[in-house]
């Protein structure tokens, strides 16, 4: 099983910052990977396939970047709407996993 | 517009059964895989099971394999989540998710549906 592990837990970013966020694989799944974004009574939206692919409809300022083992995921200037909790997902291999998501909290 | 609409969801008694369904529109269904992913209380995006768009293909998480079982009927749009031997921790919000297709990942989802599993 590919083991996802994101970095940090918890970002606390003021409004208009840069956030960065972390997506390690326990093996290579090479391009295989996206980025979700979840908030509270919400379906989960896809951000992000194929590691930087922006899915219809996200805005320019999410970007995603790696390959292999290590990915990011960067939001350049954050929204009040871009509060919310991010996971990253393998779908290379099964089962499929997700990280165990990261909170980008206001400042 | 995709939509996936989740229902079936409610309380459960350890060990027994409940189904789960996701009525679909807005895409062509029958070439499509589908899955089905679960949130825990406090807890991440758990991927549970996917079906091919046949129905003949299926792939469960260890978790759940032997005890759940999805199908669909493409006749009808929806897909199904036969879920059996219940226990506490499969206490979750249960999404319904479109794969896109030839790549893998989950392209739409609908809202979800509670499971609560409790005597």
């Known amino acids: 099983e590919r083991v996802m592990t994101q970095s ?35 379906a989960p939206r896809l951000l992000i396939y194929a590691v930087s692919t922006r899915a219809t409809g996200i805005p320019a300022r999410f ?18 709407e871009d509060f919310a909790v991010y996971y990253c ?8 996993t997700f990280g165990q998501g990261t909170k980008v909290e206001i400042k | 517009e995709v939509q996936l609409l989740e229902s079936g969801g409610g309380l459960g008694q350890p060990g027994g059964s409940l189904r ?12 499509c895989a589908m899955s089905w992913v679960r949130q825990a209380p406090g807890k991440g995006l758990d991927w549970v099971s996917t079906v091919d768009g046949s129905g003949d ?5 260890d978790s759940v394999k032997g005890r759940f ?23 979750a919000i249960y999404y319904c998710a479109k794969v896109a297709s030839p790549a893998r990942f989950f392209d739409s989802w609908g809202q979800g549906t509670l499971v609560s599993v409790s005597s």
Request: charged share 15%.
């Open chain 1, 8 to 42: 940090p837990a918890t970002l606390s970013v003021s409004p208009g910052e840069r956030a960065i966020l972390s997506c390690r694989a326990s093996q290579s799944i090479g391009s295989n990977l996206a980025w979700y974004q979840h908030k509270p009574g919400r």
């Open chain 1, 63 to 80: 970007s995603g970047s790696g390959s292999g083992t290590d990915f990011t995921l960067t939001i350049s200037s954050l929204q009040s």
């Open chain 1, 89 to 96: 997902q393998q779908y290379n291999n099964w089962p499929r």
């Open chain 2, 20 to 31: 789960l369904s996701c009525a679909t529109s807005g895409f062509p269904f029958s070439p």
């Open chain 2, 57 to 61: 293909f299926t792939y469960y998480a």
């Open chain 2, 69 to 91: 079982t999805v199908s669909r009927d493409n006749s009808k749009r929806t897909l199904y989540l036969q879920m059996n031997s219940l226990r506490a921790d499969d206490t």
